[in-house]
């Protein structure tokens, strides 16, 4: 048959790489060819930070519809979707940290410090990093179980996130509020993971104790 499971697997991913890479492509041709308007350099910040938040919820959006319409097959795409989110979010501190800051990392750090928005979005980074570097097959074998208690994180991510997308904004809120409710509603469906993970947390801080 033609759209067999690996076919529609392979078309999917497909369809993600040229979803996900072709627009930065397109950012990035328009940037350096001053066709992004009065000032590019946010354009490209904001640009590549919105299609990082986009790709985490689509992410998390693949679960509750494979599980909804049995769809497992739709499980196979995950990581790429991560693996496009995390690329998405490092272009977005490369361009904060190269095009806005100008390499001065004194600054950078400063910054981080100063403003709890770029504090959170850091968090959010490093715990994104980790799921990133993680996803590898040989890392994901040698940590068995572990593995999804870490990629659990994810949802902590999101709402970090919709946090540092809130507060990075000056003046329209409507943007930030939508998407902060939509990862309210995409949560809701993983409400007993989520308390697990929390508890598992405050345990974990108990025990240390």
Do not use: C
Not at 17 to 27: I, K, R, S, Y
Not at 177 to 189: D, E, G, N, R, S
Request: hydrophobic fraction near 55%; charge should be positive; proline fraction near 2%.
């Amino acid at each position: 048959m033609l759209f067999t499971t690996s076919n529609k697997v392979l078309l999917l991913k497909v369809v993600i790489h040229l979803a996900a890479f072709l627009p930065l492509l397109n950012l990035y041709y328009l940037a350096f060819n001053d066709q992004l308007g009065a000032d590019p350099v946010q354009e490209v910040i904001h640009f590549t930070g919105i299609g990082a938040f986009n790709l985490l919820l689509v992410t998390l959006t693949v679960s509750p519809i494979a599980k909804k319409f049995k769809l497992g097959y739709l499980l196979q795409i995950r990581r790429l979707l991560g693996i496009y989110t995390f690329s998405y979010a490092l272009m977005h501190l490369f361009n904060f940290l190269v095009f806005d800051l100008q390499l001065a990392w004194s600054l950078f750090f400063s910054e981080v410090v100063k403003r709890p928005y770029i504090t959170i979005g850091m968090i959010a980074f490093v715990l994104l990093t980790t799921l990133a570097i993680t996803s590898l097959n040989s890392i994901k074998r040698n940590m068995g179980k572990s593995w999804q208690s870490l990629h659990n994180y994810s949802y902590f991510i999101a709402m970090l996130v919709s946090v540092h997308f809130y507060w990075s904004v000056k003046s329209e809120i409507i943007s930030p509020l939508f998407y902060m409710l939509l990862t309210v509603a995409l949560l809701a469906f993983r409400y007993k993971k989520i308390k697990t993970l929390i508890l598992s947390i405050f345990v974990k801080k108990i025990r240390t104790k």
